[in-house]
């Protein structure tokens, strides 16, 4: 829900607000015992526990044996009662609740997708050639329950206050409650989004490049990506065949990649595998 807040048909309810739950690894936690039902449009949806299937359902290309499936109906208007009527039956909570931890109470702002960034180019320009804005990081990707994760959380709480962090997936919930402050009136951390989002990401590169009359690899924007598999693939793949150098990928390497063609990602491309949040920050920055 976090990033669909950003859509103006969303906004127009004042009575949608809010964001319960964080990276796809936790809903199976999450989700047990909740009184409200949970509509998939996108993936990443993990098996059900019988604890709460009853209340899941799935439409778009999302499916799960057992659970509802909320297909296209005439003229691709989907019928969405099922779902309604199982939020109905189940009431919610009968108080006022207050969650706590990751991002529990915290209020955040989204809708940082190209046409939002991009009307405040001028800013953002002025901003790097006043000096105020030294380095963008674009910390991004997928999470897991993997460790060595922390990596991204103290990545973006080191990066230097005349520093912009973009970024998207959910990989974010890593960060996106820190306190970052603002520069020249942007906030220092900037979400744009859902993986699916990364085209919004590449035309912000590619806008910036062009009104400062160079190459994306030229601009002072650095590739922090948290790495998991499937969609995944195909998002790093888009990125090199753009030709885009130097991305920081972590905190393993994808399993496609064998010894050979790394060599050739990392002589052609600059892969670097992440090893430190104070290390990466000083070799990134100089």
């Known amino acids: 829900m976090l990033p669909a807040h950003g859509y103006p048909e969303l906004k127009k309810h004042p ?3 809010g964001n319960f739950g964080t990276a796809w690894q936790n809903q199976q936690k999450e989700f047990d015992g909740i009184p409200g039902a949970f509509l998939f449009t996108t993936n990443c949806l993990m098996p059900p526990k019988a604890s709460y299937a009853d209340r899941v359902f799935t439409t778009a290309v999302v499916g799960y044996p057992g659970l509802k499936h909320i297909p296209d109906g005439e003229n691709g208007v989907k019928d969405f009662t099922p779902v309604i009527e199982k939020a109905l039956e189940l009431g919610g909570y009968p108080e006022d609740m207050t969650f706590t931890g990751i991002n529990g109470g915290s209020e955040l702002t989204t809708g940082f997708a190209r046409n939002t960034v991009l009307s405040a180019a001028d800013k953002v320009v002025e901003a790097v050639k006043s000096g105020a804005i030294r380095h963008f990081f674009l910390v991004g990707g997928c ?5 060595g994760r922390n990596y991204y959380t103290d ?15 959910c990989g974010k919930y890593r ?9 020249g009136g942007l906030p220092r951390i900037m979400d744009m989004g859902q993986c699916n989002d990364a085209y919004s990401a590449i035309q912000v590169a590619l806008a910036l490049a062009k009104a400062f009359d160079c190459d994306v690899n030229e601009l002072p924007l ?7 598999e499937q969609k ?3 998002i790093l793949l ?11 990928l972590g905190p ?5 990649l064998s010894s050979n063609v790394l060599k050739v990602l990392v002589d052609k491309f600059g892969i670097k595998p992440i090893t430190t949040p104070e290390q990466d920050l000083k070799a990134i920055l100089g």
């Open 252 to 256: 393993s390497l994808p399993a496609f």
């Open 155 to 169: 990545f973006v709480r080191n990066s230097p206050e005349d520093t912009i962090i973009l970024t998207l997936a």
């Open 238 to 248: 888009t990125l090199l065949s753009l030709g885009i150098k130097n991305i920081y």
């Open 175 to 183: 960060f996106n409650d820190l306190d970052l402050g603002t520069i």
């Open 15 to 17: 009575h949608l607000k």
């Open 143 to 147: 999470d897991g329950a993997k460790p």
């Open 232 to 234: 995944a693939v195909c």
């Open 222 to 228: 650095t590739l922090v990506l948290s790495w998991y």
